[in-house]
């Protein structure tokens, strides 16, 4: 576009300094004619008369006005009352003196000045003839002041302007019109394909673009929405894959769990047999020990059974005005008085609230406390640690053990279904952790340190209490 332009900037200048030369030649041409009109004129006139009376003459002869100098001196006028109030110097200007006079020419051109006024003046050497024949002459400067008419320009460069240069700046501006179209033809496919492809990055795997011609860009965005097509049957295929090896791997881990306690209570049953029919006399002691042991295995199979209903179907939470304070004390009186940890309460604050479903939040720290209390079974002295204190509109509750500590290859794999460390269990607790947290959207941080313990934060919003009083609104 800048291209285009500059041609016609160049143009319009010339244009402009054209019409002033051809003016300049214009004026120049009736400066000539009219001095040579008066110049055929003066000899008639003779020094019998006042020079105001020969200017005079001429004047009416010539139609223009006269100026008569001698030397640097006004000696006539056609029009003496301009020179008379002030209105015009007298004086004869110096260029125009130095280039008739001292230069010799018989023609000179110069444009002068009165304030906003300007005019063009031609000047020519004349000679005066003596009055009654007598000898010698006076040699004079005629002087032929014209109207100066800068309107006349302007209008001459308008109409070469219209006729010349706006044409081709019409064409200009219509050829960027045209660029202008066709390149938004061009490029919104484009900026559609581009927008779609940032999509797909997202991970958007819907995204698709339609175009209707044909030509090399339609074959683009064919490819494009093929390849998106192709991206989104793979991931569908490699999420089935990996549901039926979720499924797969639960399967094992199920048939493990439930075969570990049936092999006690199988053995036990046999013995209890061999015994009875032996009639062996401690027969009352053995059917004793072999109930608490397949009551115990029951119970192990009742608890598989519940973890693993519980992770594959997580209930829709019921949300409530909640204090996890209260909540987290009473996970922990649960295993006060089956475990021998000790545990201590931090609690800097017990009074806010969170919008939670009161199961799901009771279960979290319930799993969460007997992760640590199975971490501390080989720790002297062990005891776990309840804090919770307020962070602005955050609640942050944690749990601590001085347990062994998370190795760090296993930190990675802490919230995965059936990765667990431990001897027994299905290793869905903190599965089923992250599922609640993801449903109250909460956030958990893992501190942890080889040898010294592990802490659980989790960080709940707090919600702002309008009536003091239970069943009062709640809003975050």
């Known amino acids: 576009m800048l291209v285009s332009i500059l041609p016609v900037l160049y143009l319009a200048i010339e244009d402009s300094h054209d019409a002033e030369r051809r003016f300049d030649e214009f004026l120049s041409l009736r400066l000539r004619d009219a001095l040579g009109v008066v ?21 009416r002869a010539a139609n223009v006005d006269v100026l008569l100098y001698r030397d640097f001196t006004l000696v006539g006028s056609s029009t003496p009352e301009l020179f008379n109030s002030g209105l015009l110097d007298n004086r004869l200007n110096g260029t125009a003196y130095a280039a008739i006079v001292l230069e010799g020419r018989q023609f000179f051109q110069h444009l002068e000045r009165i304030g906003d006024f300007t005019y063009a003046v031609g000047y020519t050497p004349v000679r005066l003839l003596p009055f009654d024949g007598k000898r010698g002459d006076e040699r004079l400067i005629l002087s032929i002041p014209l109207l100066y008419r800068q309107g006349q320009v302007d209008e001459e460069i308008a109409r070469k302007n219209v006729y010349g240069i706006w044409p081709y700046v019409g064409m200009i501006v219509f050829a960027g019109l045209l660029g202008w179209v066709i390149s938004r033809r061009i490029s919104a496919p484009v900026l559609r394909l581009t927008e779609a492809a940032r999509k797909v990055s997202r991970g ?75 009639g062996d006399p401690r027969f009352s002691e053995l059917l ?86 199975q971490a501390t079974r080989q720790t002297e002295g062990a005891q776990i640690v309840l804090r919770t204190e307020r962070v602005n509109s955050v609640i942050i509750i944690s749990i601590s053990d ?51 313990g592990t802490t659980f934060s989790f960080k709940f919003p707090i919600l702002a209490v309008q009536n003091a009083v239970d069943g009062g609104s709640y809003e975050r």
């Open 204 to 278: 958007d795997l819907t995204a698709s673009v339609t175009y209707s011609s044909r030509d090399e860009l339609d074959e683009l965005v064919q490819t494009f929405n093929l390849m998106v097509r192709d991206l989104r049957d793979s991931q569908a295929a490699r999420l089935r894959a990996e549901r039926e090896a979720a499924w797969r791997e639960m399967a094992k881990q199920v048939a493990h769990e439930i075969k570990n306690p049936l092999t006690p209570m199988k053995l036990g049953i046999q013995q209890l047999l061999e015994a009875y029919r032996a």
């Open 402 to 452: 001085n347990g062994p500590g998370i190795p760090p290859e296993v930190r990675p794999h802490l919230f995965e279904p059936n990765f667990s460390t431990k001897s027994e269990g299905m290793g869905l607790g903190l599965a089923v952790v992250k599922q609640i947290l993801e449903l109250h959207g909460g956030e958990v941080e893992v501190e942890t340190e080889v040898g010294k």
């Open 39 to 59: 110049s055929r004129l003066f000899p008639l006139q003779t020094m019998s008369i006042s020079a105001d009376s020969v200017a005079e003459q001429l004047a």
């Open 288 to 373: 004793e020990r072999v109930a608490r042991t397949v009551v115990d295995r029951i119970e192990s199979l009742r608890r598989i059974a519940s973890e693993f209903s519980y992770f594959a179907r997580m209930p829709e939470p019921q949300f409530a005005a909640v204090n996890p304070s209260e909540l987290l004390s009473e996970a922990a009186a649960l295993f006060e008085l089956e475990s021998d940890v000790a545990f201590v309460r931090d609690f800097a604050d017990t009074s806010s609230v969170v919008l939670a479903d009161r199961d799901q939040l009771s279960r979290l720290f319930i799993n969460v406390i007997r992760n640590a209390i």
